[in-house]
């Protein structure tokens, strides 16, 4: 395995950490419409039925 310099280091730690933050900030994204915390559709698509949603 070849040693990395520095930068090249600091570059693929940095776009590790910014891909990970990135799926965990949509995540929460998808979590908080889902219960209506914020826009979207609350994540109803109008084929519920009454009593689906417990």
Avoid: C, Q, R
């Avoid at 693929?12 to 891909?19: H, N, P």
């Avoid at 826009?39 to 698509?45: F, I, P, V």
């Amino acid at each position: 395995m070849t040693p990395v310099g520095s930068t090249e280091f600091a570059i693929l730690l940095w776009g590790t950490v910014s891909a990970v933050s990135a799926v965990f900030l949509y995540e929460v994204y998808v979590i908080a419409a889902e219960f209506g915390w914020i826009g979207g559709n609350g994540g109803h698509t109008g084929t519920s039925k009454p009593g689906d949603e417990l």
